[in-house]
């Protein structure tokens, strides 16, 4: 179909109705410049007379009444002279606008020198020579970077920590350096952080419009944060803490006894949410688990918790029969059981509230209080599902995974880099809340978040560091809080007792023996879940379901 023209109005040179009022506006402008050259020395005169006249008046004013008489007598004397030598009166105006311009000029005070010391032009130098490979190219007239060329022509910006390191840099490159190609970016981006010094963390921010980058050398995120209620509205989740110029909002937060402020990373679930359910991946020993176990403690407080232990060591066990967890799971039948209820749930409550909506009412309570499938190392368990024969627990999450958001079931995972390939497509494709923990490469980063971080790797990185990134957001760096598991003997007590003060009480089925001891038997299966009736059937949240 062929396409109607625009009207002109919408077609049209948007500069031709234009050019005559910036045209306009251009005379003016150097119309007003001219007169403001021209007038510039009256302009000056004019300023050191009044300034005469003030000086002249305050020494008046300051003369005693008995002196003024001889002044005065002295200042007509003075002009009397003045009148009777010959050209006096020219002399004496010459003198006058000569003392007028004098005072009279621009006495702006000229702004201290705040210039690099000499060590740090050096080392800008260097940066600006080592630039040169990537940012100069043959046969350009006017290098911006080039071997005899100095820095000054090309960094707008900089600025130095206390060691003498850069702790900030405002460059300009040329616009054919290739800045959206990422190998291009990737290369400067190493060498800056080479030459600007090894174990920090910098961000870079490339400006494609203007031809422009900056550096800034990042601080460490806060390591002492433990688990905590964090202040937060329902549906919102803090899934660790990040750099306060990368998110708007602060949470009160406190370490030791002494409470402060710190920017979080805050994930929304349940219907409105776009990121319904999260896949952390990370080495082993990165913190996934206690990523999850954060996240369960978190959940706990407005809703109720199924928790799938793939790895099976049992650091979820401080869960075992608190309320609201329904179940910790570490073996395949009950893995698979508890899946299969949460499946039957999840459509229990579509149907719910679907019935709900057309009878004009809300949907009830049990069918709207918020569910969370918490999956540690589910890979594990479909691996073991492959060998036995058996049904692949991910399978059985595809439910809650494509309709969990409207039914407010989320499922939050966690698996390792080596086993990733064996997660399922919908497991990869209905986790939009991503997180990248412990030490990764660019590639790695990319490959989980769909981009990869505008940060250096770091060196050492702290258990519980990584990456945050929430559907098409930006990437984040993520401290998640210290929540390690209160059983395991190598826990400190304060954090002990941090977690321990979240823990919801125990249900009444569930006593102390439930507590696992250091390094002794797991988490309770479902099928020996104290809720379980003695054919095997076990029971998830009051309801029925079938191993
Ligand atoms: N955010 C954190 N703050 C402090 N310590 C942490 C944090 N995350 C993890 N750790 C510590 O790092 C160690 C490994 O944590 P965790 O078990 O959560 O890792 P993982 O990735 O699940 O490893 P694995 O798969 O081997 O269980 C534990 O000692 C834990 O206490």
């Not at 003024?68 to 002399?91: E, N, Q, W």
């Amino acid at each position: 179909m062929a396409r109607r023209p625009l009207p002109r109005i919408l077609t049209g040179n948007p500069l031709s109705g234009s050019a005559p009022i910036a045209r306009g506006r251009e005379l003016a402008r150097s119309a007003a410049d001219g007169a403001a050259d021209v007038l510039h020395p009256l302009i000056t005169i004019s300023r050191g007379l009044r300034r005469l006249a003030v000086a002249a008046r305050g020494r008046w004013a300051a003369t005693s009444k008995e002196q003024r008489g001889p002044l005065g007598f002295l200042a007509a004397g003075s002009v009397l002279l003045v009148t009777l030598v010959p050209y006096g009166p020219l002399l004496a105006v010459i003198g006058v606008t000569a003392a007028a311009a004098w005072l009279g000029r621009d006495r702006t005070p000229v702004a201290e020198d705040s210039g690099p010391s000499e060590a740090e032009a050096e080392r800008l130098q260097a940066l600006y020579e080592a630039l040169v490979p990537h940012f100069f190219a043959e046969g350009d007239p006017a290098p911006l970077y080039s071997h005899d060329g100095d820095w000054q022509q090309a960094f707008c910006e900089h600025a130095f920590d206390d060691d003498g390191r850069p702790a900030r840099l405002h460059l300009k490159y040329p616009a054919y350096f290739p800045d959206g190609d990422d190998g291009a970016r990737t290369a400067v981006e190493q060498l800056l952080h080479a030459k600007s010094g090894r174990g920090r963390e910098y961000r870079f921010d490339w400006d494609e419009e203007a031809n422009q980058l900056v550096l800034t050398a990042l601080g460490p995120l806060p390591t002492d944060l433990a688990a905590q209620r964090f202040v937060t509205s329902p549906g919102e989740t803090v899934l660790g803490f990040t750099d306060a110029a990368s998110v708007q909002r602060t949470l009160p937060v406190v370490c030791g006894k002494v409470p402060r402020d710190e920017p979080p990373v805050v994930w929304r679930t349940g219907r409105r949410s776009t990121e319904p359910h999260l896949l952390a991946l990370g080495q082993p020993g990165a913190g996934g688990t206690t990523l999850l176990r954060s996240l369960a403690l978190q959940a706990l407080q407005h809703g109720d918790v199924l928790v799938v232990d793939g790895g099976g060591t049992g650091e979820f066990g401080c869960l075992v029969g608190r309320r609201g967890v329904l179940a910790v799971e570490s073996q395949l039948t009950g893995v698979l059981a508890a899946l299969e209820w949460a499946a039957h749930e999840t459509e229990r409550r579509l149907v719910a509230a679907n019935r709900a909506q057309q009878a004009g009412r809300t949907a009830p309570a049990d069918s709207r209080r918020p569910l969370w499938i918490v999956a540690d190392r589910l890979t594990a368990l479909s691996h073991l599902a492959a060998v036995e024969g058996r049904d692949d627990p991910q399978r059985l999450l595809q439910v809650p995974l494509r309709h969990g958001r409207a039914a407010g079931v989320t499922v939050a995972a966690a698996d390792q880099f080596e086993t990733a390939e064996l997660l399922s497509d919908p497991v990869r494709a209905h986790t939009k809340a991503r997180v990248v923990l412990g030490p990764a490469t660019a590639e790695e980063v990319r490959a989980v978040l769909g981009v990869p971080p505008h940060t250096t790797p770091l060196g050492q990185v702290p258990p519980g560091r990584g990456y945050a990134r929430l559907g098409t957001g930006p990437v984040l760096r993520l401290q998640v809080p210290a929540t390690p598991d209160p059983y395991d003997e190598a826990t400190g007590e304060a954090h002990r007792r941090a977690v321990l003060a979240l823990l919801p009480e125990r249900t009444g089925a569930a006593q102390d023996d439930a507590r696992p001891a250091a390094g002794g038997p797991g988490p309770v299966s479902l099928a020996k879940h104290p809720d379980a009736d003695d054919d095997g059937a076990a029971s998830v949240g009051g309801r029925r379901t079938t191993p």
